[in-house]
């Protein structure tokens, strides 16, 4: 993946604030927020919802609106872990699907972000 821009936001309980957007050089750098020792370890735990929108979204071989080999990778989609809600691109919510399940199976993400996609017992 190319770089990845991320637009923050979180809820708790009547109040709600919008992280300005960050990006990160890749979806790797992305993943070490979420490691063990990461900045979202530094997040409150009374969080209600956290919204992570993927700016940079485009299918990475055919940029919108010429797609039209595979029109769905670039439809706009949104996925639920726990209160964590992922939107972006079809493709790319994939993609990340992917690296996410990894880096939890080898035990690569912090307590706080396994807390939050109730991942944890």
Known sequence: MKPVTIEFK????????????????DIDALFEFVAPGGDCEKMPS?????QMTFLSSHHPVIPPPNNT????????????????FFTGALSTLVQFSEVLIDKAGRGELSDGFLAAIHACD
């Open 10 to 25: 979180v809820k708790s309980d009547n109040q709600s604030f919008k992280e300005d957007c960050v990006t990160f050089d």
């Open 69 to 84: 080999r595979n029109p769905i990778a670039d439809k706009r989609a949104t996925l639920q872990i726990g209160m964590v």
């Open 46 to 50: 009374d969080l209600n919802e956290i």
